[in-house]
Nanobody, 124 residues
Framework: QVQLVESGGGLVQAGGSLRLSCAAS????????TGWFRQAPGKEREFVAA????????DYVDSVKGRFTISRDNAKNTVYLQMNSLKPEDTAAYYC?????????????????WGQGTQVTVSS
């Protein structure tokens, strides 16, 4: 069980940028892939992006390709989601999740641990 804490959310204007961080507890945590998911009011939680432990494999939902970039720094036990050219439809609570000893996945069921979420609001 990896403990995760998201940060970096906030209120931005359309076209602006935010960088979300997902910090994992422990100096030496197990190998894990990380996914970002988001949930807008009245909607189901949906996949946004994922990255393998090595950083060699990434996946994105079509709606954020070219705008969002997922990366990681394992020395800091942190995964990032750089969000550029933000749109009002990106408004949601963003959650990071860890999949221990597994590769990237778009399925919520494949992840073992979840953070508490951080709110991103994009105004028009």
């Amino acid at each position: 069980q990896v403990q995760l804490v998201e940060s970096g959310g906030g209120l931005v204007q359309a076209g602006g940028s935010l960088r979300l961080s997902c910090a994992a507890s422990g100096r030496t945590v197990s190998r894990y892939a990380t996914g970002w998911f988001r949930q807008a009011p009245g909607k189901e939680r949906e996949f946004v992006a994922a990255i393998s432990w090595s950083g060699g494999s990434t996946d994105y939902v079509d709606s954020v390709k070219g705008r969002f970039t997922i990366s990681r720094d394992n020395a800091k036990n942190t995964v990032y989601l750089q969000m550029n050219s933000l749109k009002p439809e990106d408004t949601a609570a963003y959650y990071c999740a860890a999949r221990l000893w597994g590769g990237t996945s778009v399925s919520l069921r494949d992840y073992n641990s979840w953070g508490q979420g951080t709110q991103v609001t994009v105004s028009s």
